[in-house]
């Protein structure tokens, strides 16, 4: 972690919509010291090494606000069933790939064979390459909730646990774990056969207990909330971060408007796009899927983003990525979804990854934008994303990545966190 400067770049700061042409950014010793013009560089930086980058776009390290790096790019029903050694090698790879495609912080949504702690801590030790990771062990949910039927209440893979002082006994345990993030199920999925979204499978007893006990021992919490009343849930007693909230009513949206400074919305609609177009390879052919009501739910769900938008609520991407048919390394796939779905400008889907994002993933507000004293986390991406954001959906585009002020892939070569079979998706 010595110094560099990156200079000659089209800069992205992330701190609002600007692109800095001529641009500049000094790292040294892990930090931000200067980023903007060229010309405002401080004139006694003497001596240290320079990269030009000029045809080349600077920004910010994204960040992936759901991500299930134990996944490892099955169908949903194998996901776990690989033994723990094996799942551990797939997380840790899944942890490459992703740093390699431009996500240098990723928030936890779930770890069903409770791997993300030590996959963490081997990350912040610098034994393997990965993002900064706010970890969770396995998903909170009560009996019949879609956390007990997914695996079928085995709670080597999801904590089931019904009464506030059984949720605040689990929550406990998660904090002895180590955790960073409480995973909480407060509805379900149009899958289930027996808790769909809108049919709440916590009180507000437990939700309240889940929450308090968390933030005592300093950890956050994230919840599955599909419908209106699961949202509503959430943002009374506290959740710091929503999932999906697809189906969103008056109050849902100005509850959240409410509480915009504390709480953030990452609608994952990846996975509805993968069912409908690609469920078939699940056995789940589209018809199937849209009698389920998966068309409706990601109209719904541009409906309620638009409406989150208007009301200056932050939203996330990150899509429920590990899966066969969204594979890790496809993250940035949701930057397309914001920009045609979502009709934001590229811009616009930009701060959701990186100003947005960070400050999701790091309250502390180290991380999401280049400015002096933060943490020297980047990109370099061979082309502009301003006027393509599909461009970093291109691997080979890759051809810097930044954490802590350590260039994870060399200066103009071929990103070598990314496996030969998902270059060029």
């Keep these: 972690m010595g110094s560099l400067i990156i200079e000659n770049a089209d800069l992205f700061t992330g701190v609002d919509g600007e692109v800095i042409s001529n641009g500049s950014v000094w790292v040294s010793e892990g930090f931000v010291r200067f980023a903007g013009p060229k010309d405002d560089m401080p004139s006694d930086v003497e001596n240290v090494e320079r990269f030009d980058a000029s045809g080349k776009f600077v920004m910010p390290g994204m960040t992936e606000s759901h991500v299930h790096l134990s996944y490892n790019n099955a169908h949903p029903q ?54 900064r990771l706010a970890a969770s062990d396995r998903d909170l949910g009560s009996t019949g909730s879609n956390a007990d039927g997914t695996f079928g209440g085995d709670n080597s893979k999801k904590i089931i646990a019904d009464g506030p002082w059984a949720v605040r006994k689990a929550v406990r345990s998660l904090a002895k ?32 207990a889940a929450v308090e006990e968390a933030h005592i021992r300093g950890m956050r919490v994230v919840s599955h909330s599909r419908s209106a009343a699961a949202v509503k849930q959430a943002v009374r007693h506290g959740v710091d971060i929503i999932g999906h909230a697809n189906y969103l009513d008056d109050e849902a949206v100005a509850m959240l408007e409410a509480k915009r400074e504390h709480v953030f919305v990452g609608p994952g609609i990846a996975w509805e796009i993968a069912l409908l177009d690609r469920g078939s390879e699940l056995g789940l052919p589209r018809d199937a899927m849209e009698q389920r009501g998966y068309q409706r739910e990601i109209d719904e769900t541009i409906s309620a983003v638009k409406r989150l938008r208007e009301s200056k609520v932050r939203v996330l991407i990150g899509g429920d990525y590990g899966l066969n048919i969204t594979p890790h390394g496809t993250n940035s796939k949701d930057l397309e979804y914001f920009v045609d779905l979502f009709g934001m400008s590229t811009t616009e889907a930009l701060l959701c990854a990186t100003r947005d994002g960070g400050a999701a993933a790091d309250p502390s507000g180290m991380v999401g ?21 599909r461009i970093l959906q291109d691997h080979s585009r890759i051809v810097g990545v930044m954490k802590d002020g350590v260039m994870h892939c060399a200066l103009m070569q071929r990103n070598p966190y990314i496996a030969p079979s998902e270059m060029g998706s």
């Design 369 to 389: 934008t280049l400015e002096e004293g933060k943490f020297a986390d980047l990109v370099v991406v061979e082309g502009n994303p301003i006027e393509d954001i």
């Design 177 to 208: 774990r180590r955790c960073d993030i409480v995973k909480i199920f407060l509805d379900g999925e149009a899958l289930s056969e027996f808790a769909p979204p809108g049919v709440l499978t916590y009180s507000d007893e437990e939700v309240a």
């Design 78 to 131: 194998q996901l776990n069933s690989q033994p723990l050694p094996t799942a551990m090698l797939d997380a840790v790879d899944n942890a490459r790939v992703l740093l390699g495609s431009g996500f240098t912080s990723a928030i936890s949504f779930g770890s069903a064979q409770g791997l993300d702690i030590p996959l963490r801590d081997a990350i912040n030790s610098g034994r393997i390459p990965g993002p």
